[in-house]
């Protein structure tokens, strides 16, 4: 099938593209810029075989072009915690304007495949049973939830959400929580590293988030129903005893504030709906990341 990734140029969506063309999809992304070098990096050989597409995600304009001619969408395109929270208003229309502009289109055009994402943000840190999120992002996220709810009330338009949270891998390297890959990456480079942040929460795996997209694309669509996708739960301190593991020599250590995340939002009803999702352990993905950064020294 033909699938727009909007967003597609980032570290998931390229790990997401590089999935989606390796099983001969056709795959378009919609960003606002060229290709980065650790775009091409992560999809190798298989980029020249994957259309890009500049636009603004806030433009319906821009996202309906976008999306014309594709049977499936996985909106993926948003602006972090951070910017949410220094720009509440460009917060807004990156993070929810564009997730109904991607709505729209989708129903405007037929597409019956639609993914998005939202964020283990939108639970509050005092508060792992119910979403009531504390920050700008978080609050963007839940309400994308509540109109993809309303897109399927309204008009039968179905959808999947997931809610990653700490996702890590080779490629992640900007954003709040990007510690743990940006920690091995230090390791692999024999550089000194804190992770800024202390805490507990769930960590997973670049390759089991685009697998659950890929899942989310094949499967009958019905409803509009949302994922937790919380990885293995631990800490910094977690984190760095399996660097330490793959590297012995590896001068990495923890500081900073307390991370403001709920610590176990647990997968809920995930496995139940996508029983052959893979789940793997934070020593193998903390392994692959290190290597990955080595090779590509």
């Not at 570290?11 to 590089?18: M, T």
């Not at 001619?69 to 229309?93: N, R, S, Y």
């Not at 989310?216 to 990885?231: C, K, M, Q, T, Y």
């Not at 012995?248 to 647990?266: H, T």
Request: with cysteine; glycine share 10%; net charge neutral.
């Amino acid at each position: 099938m033909r699938v727009l990734i909007t967003g597609g140029g980032g570290f998931i969506g390229a790990w997401l593209a590089r999935r989606l063309a390796e099983k001969r999809n056709q795959v378009r992304i919609f960003e606002p810029g060229p290709s980065s070098p650790l775009f091409k990096k992560i999809v190798g050989p298989l980029n020249s075989s994957i259309e890009w597409t500049i636009g603004d995600i806030a433009s319906s304009q821009s996202v309906h072009s976008a999306m014309a001619g594709c049977e499936a969408v996985v909106h993926l395109a948003a602006i972090l915690a951070p910017a949410c929270q220094a720009d509440p208003l460009k917060g807004a229309m990156v993070n929810l304007v564009g997730t109904l502009n991607v709505f729209n289109a989708a129903l405007g055009l037929k597409i019956k495949r639609v993914a998005f994402t939202s964020s283990a943000g939108v639970y509050n840190p005092s508060n792992e049973a119910t979403p009531l999120p504390i920050t700008h992002y978080g609050a963007f996220k839940l309400a994308c939830e509540g109109s993809a709810r309303a897109y399927w009330q309204d008009h039968g338009l179905a959808s999947i959400g997931f809610r990653p949270f700490i996702v890590y891998g080779y490629g992640r390297e900007t954003g709040l929580t990007a510690g743990p890959s940006l920690a091995c990456r230090a390791a692999a480079l024999g550089e000194t590293y804190a992770i800024p942040y202390v805490g507990t929460a769930g960590l997973i795996y670049v390759d089991d988030v685009v697998a659950a997209y890929e899942a989310a694309l094949l499967r009958e669509p019905s409803g509009s129903r949302v994922f937790n996708l919380p990885g293995e739960v631990g800490s910094n301190d977690n984190v760095v005893a399996a660097i330490h593991a793959v590297v012995p020599q590896s001068k990495i250590s923890v500081g900073g504030p307390l991370l403001p995340f709920a610590q176990d939002i647990g997968e809920g009803e995930l496995r139940q709906v996508f029983p052959d999702l893979p789940a793997t352990p934070l020593m193998d993905g903390i392994r692959r990341t290190v290597e990955l950064y080595r090779e590509n020294a």
